[in-house]
Structures are given as structure tokens and as C-alpha cells.
């Protein structure tokens, strides 16, 4: 089946510095979600992309749909300690809603 | 949130034995989905629906099967667990028929089997 590669695996970094992840494939996308996921709990969306080039924001995180529709990347400015979690990219190249998902950043952010 | 549950949360089972996972949703969203997610594989898709009584498989369906006879309930069932079944399950939905296809998940299932 189709595989996205999630880089990175994990990032330590300090309170207050920028973070940024991303997410390619091999196949095309018309569709990438950025997901956040709490110790103990589902996977909440951040961001959806839905154009090829499209730049969007939600608070402090950007994330970008790339013009090869092959891959995306989040950022995240200025983090803080809740940032702390699980992040995963997910891919739909149909309009099936079927989505194939990364296997996540870990992000931990110290104080 | 999205009006999803799942239920039971928690389950200890033993292998061999039959097992079943609720999913309901309140949204009357179209398509819902079952994934598992286990260190270092991120969520991986067993089985989704795309309408009442209309299913297809996904990834890692071995020794899964579902079944969905109404819009608001989707059902995992594990026929005769094993240890490799051990995991955290993961109800989602969506609408795509909205042009949008993001997914909501459930608050997930933690399966052991011993």
C-alpha cells in the first residue's frame, strides 16, 4: 500500500523555539491533514489542506500543501509546554475519505 | 468534538476468545473507519464503511470483520483474538459528500489479549 514518510521521528527542543515536520510520498495527494494526539486520547485535526501551494494557519502552527502534491510540512512557532504529543500527516488522493497516515512526530518540548 | 464514543474503553481478553468494539456517532456522518495504532506504525486502517451495510477493507483486515446496520453504529469484531491483536483501536468519521474529507476520531480502545 502507499507509505508516507514522517520526519522526524521525534524532536527535544527548548520552550519557545520553532518546530518544523514533514511528510512525503511517493504518490499524489488532493487532500493532507495535520493531526495532534494527547497521551490517552484520538487524534485531533489541526489543519486541512486541500490545494496544491496552499499556505494555512491556525494560531501559531502553519502548514503547507507542496506544489508537487507530494509531500507537506507543519510548523510550529514559539512552543510551548502543551505542545507536547503526537503529530501525524495523513494523505487522500481520493474522494473516497480513506486516508493514509504517517507514522507521527513525537514532540517534547522542555521548559 | 465530534459525537463519537467508543465502547468498552478498556479490555482484557484471552486468545481465542470472540471480542467486539462499538463505535457510535451522532454527527449522521457517511463514511466511518477502524484503525489500529501500535508503537512505531502510526494508525493503521482495518476496515471502513461507506454506507449502511456497505464496507470494504483496508490495510491490516486479517482477522477483522465489521458490520454496520445502521448510520450511527459501526462494529469491529475479532473473531478468535490473538496476542498480535493486542492494541489501541480508533473509531473516525467523515463527510466527504461535503467536499471535505477530514476524519474525527473516538477517544480509542485498549485491547489486551493475554
Known amino acids: 500500500g502507499q507509505q508516507l514518510n514522517q520526519s522526524p521521528q521525534s524532536m527535544f527542543i527548548q520552550e519557545g523555539e520553532d518546530v518544523s515536520m514533514n511528510c512525503t510520498s511517493s504518490?499524489?495527494?488532493?487532500?493532507w491533514l495535520w493531526y495532534k494526539q494527547d497521551p490517552g486520547e484520538g487524534p485531533v485535526l489541526l489543519i486541512a489542506?486541500?490545494?496544491?501551494?496552499e499556505l494555512t494557519s491556525n494560531g501559531r502552527l502553519t502548514a503547507q500543501f507542496g506544489i508537487t502534491r507530494k509531500d507537506s510540512f507543519l510548523n510550529i512557532s514559539a512552543s510551548i509546554p502543551s505542545d507536547v504529543g503526537i503529530y501525524f500527516c495523513?494523505?487522500?488522493?481520493?474522494?473516497?475519505?480513506?486516508?493514509?497516515f504517517g507514522d507521527g512526530t513525537t514532540l517534547t518540548v522542555k521548559p | 468534538d465530534a459525537g463519537i464514543t467508543q465502547s468498552p474503553r478498556h479490555k482484557v481478553t484471552e486468545t481465542g476468545t470472540p471480542v467486539t468494539l462499538r463505535c457510535h456517532q451522532t454527527?449522521?456522518?457517511?463514511?466511518m473507519y477502524w484503525y489500529r495504532q501500535d508503537p512505531g506504525h502510526g494508525l493503521r486502517l482495518i476496515h471502513y464503511s461507506y454506507g449502511v451495510k456497505d464496507t470494504d477493507k483496508g490495510e491490516v483486515s486479517d482477522g477483522y470483520s465489521v458490520s454496520r446496520s445502521k448510520t450511527e453504529d459501526f462494529l469491529l469484531t475479532l473473531e478468535s483474538a490473538t496476542s498480535s491483536q493486542t492494541s489501541v483501536y480508533f473509531c473516525a468519521i467523515s463527510n466527504t459528500e461535503d467536499g471535505y474529507n477530514e476524519q474525527f476520531f473516538g477517544p480509542g480502545t485498549r485491547l489486551t489479549v493475554l
Open positions: 504518490s499524489i495527494f488532493n487532500t
Open positions: 454527527e449522521n456522518h457517511r463514511y
Open positions: 489542506l486541500y490545494k496544491a501551494g
Open positions: 495523513a494523505g487522500l488522493h481520493t474522494n473516497a475519505g480513506k486516508s493514509t
